[in-house]
């Protein structure tokens, strides 16, 4: 069984995360929380989901989609100050995605802010498919 996960490479101006999955779909939530859980220190990650906002992304390529997505949930954490935690796919492909971004509002007595990430950046970013099925990306943070 593969499993999914992330991990911070380094940071300064910039950090970079490895993020991986079995499966597209998870490389997604996974990415969308290690983006979510690198700019904030969450408490209590047993709240109740609520139903988020729709979305809708097209893209030319696989890595573009992912960071097209990683993008969209950090607008949402760093604007809205929406947790985009447990999204549902009603589409998902390797150039597009249709979703809700169900999760939570940022409790700002209890969620603390480590890191303001600007945006997820174009600079050497990578999105493989491993021979046993596991997805793996690479993406740099502007912080």
Not at 14 to 19: G, S, V, Y
Not at 37 to 51: P, T, V
Not at 62 to 86: D, G, H, P
């Amino acid at each position: 069984m593969i499993l999914r996960g992330w991990k911070e490479l380094g940071s300064g101006s910039d950090a970079a995360l490895l993020i991986w999955a079995p499966a597209l779909d998870e490389l997604l939530v996974t990415g969308a929380h290690a983006v979510i859980s690198f700019a904030l220190d969450i408490e209590n990650l047993g709240r109740r989901i609520y139903e988020g906002p729709e979305v809708e992304l097209d893209a030319p390529d696989a890595i573009e989609l992912f960071l097209i997505w990683l993008n969209e949930v950090n607008y949402r954490l760093q604007v809205n100050k929406w947790i985009s935690w447990s999204p549902r796919f009603s589409r998902l492909g390797t150039r597009s995605v249709s979703c809700r971004l169900d999760g939570f509002p940022v409790n700002a007595k209890f969620d603390l802010y480590q890191h303001e990430i600007k945006a997820v950046t174009r600079h050497r970013p990578f999105l493989n498919r491993g021979a046993d099925g596991t997805w793996v990306a690479r993406v740099t943070l502007d912080l």
